[in-house]
């Protein structure tokens, strides 16, 4: 399964994140910092810049075939 976290950086996102990663689930975490767990590619998407966060969940749709 593919899935996209929001919040990843820290707290129950990161958790959430790592945790189905580690079940073998295809992950991106995002986030206004992009960083992520380990074993979940993180990209940076901040809800403030709309532009920037369409684009940026297109480039996530497409480098994963879908979410």
Not at 12 to 17: D, E, L, P
Not at 27 to 38: L, N, Y
């Amino acid at each position: 399964m593919k899935i996209l976290v929001t919040g990843a950086s820290s707290g129950i996102g990161a958790a959430c994140a790592q945790r189905l990663a580690k079940a073998g689930h295809r992950v991106v975490g995002a986030s206004r910092s992009g960083k992520a767990p380990e074993g979940v590619a993180g990209r940076v998407l901040d809800i403030r810049e709309p532009e920037a966060l369409e684009r940026g969940l297109r480039e996530i749709a497409a480098e994963l075939g879908g979410l």
